[in-house]
């Protein structure tokens, strides 16, 4: 096969990755007399740092995450008291593994959105399915998944995501339907898929939310 006969069957075969390094592969090849399976190990690399980059990029869209934030970006000057230790520690991912749920209580302005949203960047850059959205959002969705006789199906697809980051659980207009879909979504996931939730209502004050102190 010649170079054209060549990048025509990477296409047909899709290997994208290795056709985009081919010709630097073998100028290095050349150049370095390097061992053929060197060579040939190279370029599966390429194709798997490819299909890897394309898969993230495809979790991130998926996730509804506007911005890709890190705990690394995080001004910690400017709120001293935020628990840095337990941040961290968070970010291990470790509670994810184990089917947990973490909860991100704070003021308003503490950074607390952006704590959560650089758990689902730390996720998403191992290639987990995220999915972030406003309480206030999701409720809507899930009210309207009810009404239309597919709630199961509705909490199925969001079954799909290893993770769900809920914004300010403390906004939604807690009503009792918001609440039922709210809490069947919750008991859903528990013990097998994690939530994470931000609010700035100490647990004392969640009988705002769930009205029934059974809930």
Request: proline share 3%; net charge positive; with cysteine.
């Amino acid at each position: 096969m010649n170079m054209i006969e060549i990048e025509r069957a990477l296409r047909e075969l899709r290997l994208s990755g290795i056709a985009a390094t081919l010709n630097t592969r073998i100028m290095q090849a050349q150049a370095t007399q390097e061992p053929f399976l060197q060579t040939f190990a190279s370029m599966l690399q390429d194709e798997l740092d490819q299909r890897r980059s394309r898969l993230i990029e495809r979790r991130f869209k998926k996730s509804a995450l506007d911005e890709r934030l890190t705990l690394n970006d995080f001004d910690w000057r400017f709120n001293p008291k935020v628990p840095r230790q337990a941040c961290f520690e968070l970010h291990t991912l470790k509670f994810i593994t184990e089917g947990a749920n973490a909860i991100i209580i704070g003021k308003p302005g503490t950074g607390k959105s952006h704590v959560a949203a650089a758990l689902g960047h730390a996720l998403i850059s191992q290639g987990q399915p995220v999915y972030w959205s406003s309480t206030a959002a999701l409720v809507q969705r899930l009210l309207a998944a009810k009404r239309d006789l597919r709630l199961p199906r509705e909490l199925a697809r969001l079954d799909r995501y290893v993770c769900v980051i809920l914004d300010d659980i403390g906004y939604v207009q807690h009503d009792r339907d918001e609440m039922e879909v709210m809490f069947t979504f919750l008991a859903e996931r528990y013990e097998r898929r994690s939530v994470i939730l931000t609010t700035n209502l100490v647990f004392s004050e969640w009988n705002r939310i769930f009205k029934d102190p059974m809930t």
